[in-house]
């Protein structure tokens, strides 16, 4: 007979259920409605025998006999739970003091004492970040007998010495743990261990690694483990006995950082036989894993009260349906599970592994559902900060096994972790409390999206999953020379495609990875939460705008920091999910834009949204442009009165409706700018404000308005708006005129060029800004880092080549250099083996195509973005700097980190994108609205550089007219007051090619010496632009003022640059002459080549531009042209005799042969003066070759010997000398013929005899001049020309260089008004205004 039919007792529910279950389980979203067919499993209903069946199926007794099962049923249950949930008496005495241990039972790090040095603790006492040179922390418990275990989590590789110390040791900022007596240290950075002296030992650490550190203090031995792995005895025959105890230690530089765990979490690398410091909480453990059991129990059964039996099911399955018999079965569990769950330990070790459990044994689709079962019953049965414990110690365990898990080759383990991260994250109520209260406050959230790399590339599997190694050839980077490249052998052949097919497998495990990581981006970017209350999206723009300021704001903070290697890899995740949405949100908005053509609006810029914190603006200070354009920004917010409107509410603007909001027909007003009016039904009432948040910020739901929070206003300011009153109006209504969404702030001041339809949701406009900032701060410098990697392969590869050669040429007979020379070849091989895989991995990591497309979408983000912003006018200057830095930054990045795998020129718009950075370079180099001198300088470099190679320079001619035109004019402004060197540099690239003896793409000079150095300092190939240069040569021209002022600025510097020069070889050669030993300072050497340099690129302006307009020195008619080849002249002539002189000082610091100065030879800057002197010789008109030669030998410094100098002529012995030695080198033009063609030495030829006949003649037809009638200036010269009114005289030539840059008289400092040409025996009347 069926037994008895048992209703359920309210009398039997948990203390303080009764109330809870009624909230909870009515609304519960697992709890599904039953049909008609199930009413009697609702109503509670079950037969005695089945549920007492139930019930010891849950709760059984893993030591209780079948036979002696006593009746069981919910009165009695809270009496056999106590029975089942006893413990041993020795598990609970084991919290207690335990023999060989001394101190508190819970260990943590002495931050009272036991330090030295500066060090950051963290809040639990087990984490330290070093802050000092070599800071030392020991902990709280020391031991002296037994074997004792702790382990020490590496987060960062560098120096440090970790292991133990007694207390008397005595430590300072240069001795720390290992350097004293009686204190045994393990240095995994140099991998090595110390006690006072050190010796090799163990293998290195790598961020990421867990070293466990054992003491024997039975058999008085040390040894240290390495992920598991012993690393051998370290040190035997410790000191022990009375007094000998030994407490854990640390000693670590500057900025290093590691975490303890002596036994509060479970061991991630248990060893036998030796025990924690800290014991773990043995009975609260056992009674966990019993009520886990139970847990699993009621998971894995189903009442069926109809057929009255139990069924059984998977865990995967089960479903919460509203049993009032399970409901009560999991009350009695979760009241007493629910204080465990608090616990650290008992989260990591129960609960973790249970949840992981559920994960690796359902599908991808049933873990999510399991594991959001588990945390809706933890949201129904705990209590609210029981949960948040909870939680919060879940995500923090989760985050610790995932970056702290060793890389197998699967990757299976950081994938579990992963998908349960994700499978918590789904629960919507769970995601908003780890949002709000543990992702980036309590942990770095960034490890979620990092994937580290392997530094041994054995343990990581890396061998088997790629067998094959290879390395590619040294890359030739654009513009630069390379050799040959060898023609690839069939063996060759097989091993790439090998090693490509091996890489291939490794990168398909790292998908799998990154895209979990996007799914976790893409959950935390959820604004559809189901459950009301303010979206995710928002609590994440929150956090994420305050992680961007501590780490844009705080760099010398370094707890704030995120590694940049974390941020790398976040920002590519952060753009795959963006651009999901961003195409998603596209879909069911026709009027959005595609993520292809996504830009952050000008308007977010000024109108005071968006915090940017210290970052610079364009245009200076914020507070600065806010005053000076404040009739700018005003411009933008129109304003309208509207007529009367009944049922009008006053609301704070922070409640107006957001995204997907639309605006009503009519806009509310108020009477206040701050205070908008809004029309009663479309807000939220003032009667039921809206929560606050953990900041005590009043917060929204997204359907309702965002939190007001640091960095986004919530209101809109005066600035932004203005009130307009008309007569007889009862009330005013706000609108600004930019669309539909009216009243989304983000957007407020639309200029007329923006579309009125908003691109996207203006959160992701947010996340995008945040993005391009993020790239800013540390991901271009860390994407530069990892190249690294790639040049020490090039480095062995080449050495290994060299090696090979040798064996080769190495006589058999030399078995001893044989032997070292294979020895060294498989040293190298070893190497390129291990860095090979390395670089597979870095290459799928870091720089694949993915991820250089993601770098690629940036850029012309940022270039659309800087193109609106343009188009504003003076608000131009309130757009950050970083969205320039970064438009020029991932455009080097794209073309220098990423090849030779994969080439910039694959991209899709390549042509297009490259144009139109050419074009935003070519306008803002020399942007008045641009004020910040760093920004200025950084695009003047980038342009210099984009003119370096042939098809950024082809970009550049492809702008339009106006703006190349634009370009070049401001390139020809005068030098004085900007920094004149980039911008000289970028026409001597113009040049480059066109010039005399100008085509080589390594010095000349070097190559002749040592034509086998393949490190020789390597230039660009020549790319000139003629078209450019017609350019120029039209400016010249046209404008009569362009030339001369930009003629004499070129000739000033030159000047200045080789006047300096001079100056400091003579400062070399006085030093080298020294009889006491003395070195050369090499920022002096480096600052002389660099004055030379300047000085030979000089000249190549001056010789472009006397080749495009030589009227501009030679035409009579100009006023100016005498006066600027009377300069050049002196110029020239100064340089010639400098230069050519036998046995000068030039000659003597050249053959020195100075580290620093291998470019200063006689062959760039000689040949540079010869091809302006050729220009003006033989090339030019009759006329004004005539003109030039008669200035030229008019020069009193012109010495013809210089130009017999250049063809290697040998001077004439004067009377009384000796002739130059017959055996002596002397420079040539004509030794080199690689450089200089035969038609050019011809010209020379023919400049020789040019002037060897003129300067006959000249000699010949010369009468004295009286000393009295020589200028005063530069005896030079006669007189020529007096000054008015002071009457004062000089030579013409003189007085016109000195009006150019000063008015006043060299004598008497009277202003000139007015200069008369004078003659010997009267004055003209010839005169001309100053």
Known sequence: ??????????????????????????????????????????????????????????????????????????????????????????????????????????????????????????????????????????????????KWVYEVLISSQGLMQ???????????????????????????????????????????????????CLIDLDAGALSFCLNGMSLGTAFENLSRGPGMAYFPAISLSFKESVAFNFGSRPLRYPVAGYRPLQDPPRADLVRAQRLLGCFRAVLSVELDP????????????????????????????????????????LVESVLTSFLLGLVEAGSPEQAPAAVGQVLDLLWLFMEEYEVHDCLKQLMMALLRLYRFSPIVPDLSLQIHHLRLTVAILRHDKSRKFLLSNVLFDALRSAVFFHIKSPLRVEEAGLQQLIPTTWWPPHPGKEGKDSKEVKEETAEERLRRRAYERGCQRLKKRIEVVEELQVQILKLLLNNKDENGGEASRYIFLTKFRKFLQENASGR?????????????????????????????????????SVSEEAYVPPQVFYNGKVDYFDQQRLGGLLSH???????????????????????????????????????????????????????????????????????????????????????????????DCQLMAGSGEVGLRLCFEWGSHWNEGLLLGRPPEEPEQPLTENSLLEVLDGAV??????????????????????????????????LRRCPKRRKDILEELTKSQKVFSEKLDHLSRRLAWVH???????????????????????????????????????????????????????????????????????????????????DTRIVGTDIRDSLMQALASYVCYPHSLRAVERIPEEQRVAMVRSLLAPYEQRPWAQTNWILVRLWKGCGFGYRYTRLPHLLKIKPEDANLPSLQKPCPSILLQQHMADLLRQDPDVAPSFLNSVLNQLNWAFSEFIGMIQEIQ???????????????????????????????????????????????????????????????????????????????????????????????????????????????????????????????????????????????????????????????????????????LAQVEQMLAHLTSASAQAAAASLPTSEEDLCPICYAHPISAVFQPCGHKSCKACINQHLMNNKDCFFCKATIESVEDWRAGGASNTSSAA
């Open 1 to 146: 007979m069926p037994g008895r039919v048992v209703k359920h007792q309210g009398a039997s529910e948990p203390s303080g259920f009764r109330q809870k279950f009624s909230l909870r389980s009515l609304g519960s979203g697992s709890a599904q409605r039953a049909s008609d067919a199930e009413k009697p499993r609702v109503t509670g209903i079950v037969h005695e025998k089945l549920l007492e069946d139930y019930l010891h199926r849950v709760f059984s007794s893993p030591d209780a006999a079948a036979t002696s099962r006593k009746p069981l049923n919910f009165q009695n249950l809270p009496e056999h739970l106590d029975q089942l949930l006893q413990v041993d008496s020795e598990e609970e005495e084991s919290q207690g003091q335990v023999e060989g241990r001394l101190g508190p039972s819970t260990v943590v790090l002495d931050h009272t004492g036991g330090f030295e040095g500066l060090l950051l603790v963290d809040d639990d006492l087990l984490g330290v970040i070093g802050h000092s040179n070599f800071g030392t922390i020991r902990s709280t418990t020391c031991v002296y007998k037994g």
């Open 162 to 212: 970790i292991g133990w110390c007694t207390i008397n040791c005595r430590f300072n900022q240069e001795e720390g743990v290992g350097d004293t007596h009686n204190s045994y240290a393990y240095d995994g950075n140099r991998v090595r261990k110390w006690n006072v002296t050190t010796t090799n030992y163990g293998k290195a650490w790598a961020a990421g690694d867990i070293v466990s």
């Open 306 to 345: 109809v057929e009255g039996r139990l069924l059984e099911k998977e865990s995967s399955e089960w479903q919460l349906q509203g049993q009032p018999t399970v409901l009560l079965t999991l009350a009695h569990i979760f009241q007493r599970f629910a204080p465990l769950l608090r616990k650290v330990y």
């Open 556 to 592: 010398g903070n370094i707890p704030l920091l995120c590694p940049p290697e974390y941020m790398v890899c976040f920002l590519h995740r952060l753009i795959s999910a963006l651009r999901g949405y961003w195409d998603e949100y596209k879909a069911s908005n026709p009027h959005a």
């Open 625 to 719: 442009l806010r005053k000076t354009l404040k009739g700018a920004c005003g411009r933008w917010g129109q304003v309208r009165a509207v007529d009367r409107e009944p049922a009008l509410r006053c609301v704070p603007s922070y409640l107006c409706p957001l995204e997907g909001a639309r605006a009503p027909a009519c806009g509310g007003g108020g009477g206040s700018a701050h205070w908008p009016l809004v029309l009663g039904p479309a807000v939220p009432s003032l009667e039921h404000p809206p929560p606050r948040g953990p900041l005590g910020a009043l917060q929204t739901s997204e359907a309702g308005g965002r939190e007001m929070r640091p960095g986004r206003k919530g209101r809109a300011s005066d600035r």
């Open 773 to 806: 900032m993020m790239y800013n701060l540390s991901v271009h410098q860390q994407l530069g880092k990892m190249v690294g990697v790639s040049d020490d392969v090039n480095e062995y590869a080449m050495a290994l080549r060299s090696t090979e050669d040798k």
């Open 844 to 926: 799928a990591t870091v720089y694949s195509q993915e991820k250089m497309l993601d770098i690629y979408w940036l850029l012309r983000v940022c270039l659309r973005t800087i193109e609106h912003g343009d188009r504003t006018g003076s608000l131009f200057a309130f757009m950050p700097e970083f969205y320039l830095s970064v438009a020029i930054n991932s455009y080097s990045a794209l073309k220098n980190y990423f090849g030779p795998v994969h080439s910039m020129e694959e991209l899709p718009g390549y042509e297009e994108t490259l144009t139109r950075l050419a074009a935003i370079l070519a306008k803002h180099f020399a």
């Open 1070 to 1240: 006085q030093a080298v002459e020294r009889l006491e030993r003395n070195f050369v300072d090499t920022r002096q050497l480096k600052v002389c080549a660099t004055c030379f340099d300047l000085s030979v690129s000089l000249l190549r302006v001056l010789e472009m531009t006397i080749t495009l307009v030589p009227e501009v020195f030679l035409d009579s008619t100009q006023p100016t042209s005498e006066m600027l080849l009377q300069r050049l002249a002196q110029l020239l002539n100064q340089v010639l005799n400098r230069v050519t002189a036998e046995r000068n000082l030039f000659d003597r610091v050249v053959t020195l042969w100075l580290p620093g100065l291998e470019s200063v030879d006689h062959y760039p800057i000689l040949v540079a003066v010869t091809g302006i002197l050729v220009r003006l010789l033989v090339h030019g008109p009759a006329s004004g070759t005539e003109k030039a030669t008669s200035v030229l030998l008019a020069d009193p410094c012109f010495q013809l010997r210089s130009i017999r100098y250049l063809l290697g002529h040998p001077e004439p012995p004067g009377p009384g000398t000796a002739p130059p030695a017959p055996d002596r080198k002397r420079f040539s033009l004509q030794s080199y013929t690689d450089y200089i063609s035969s038609e050019e």
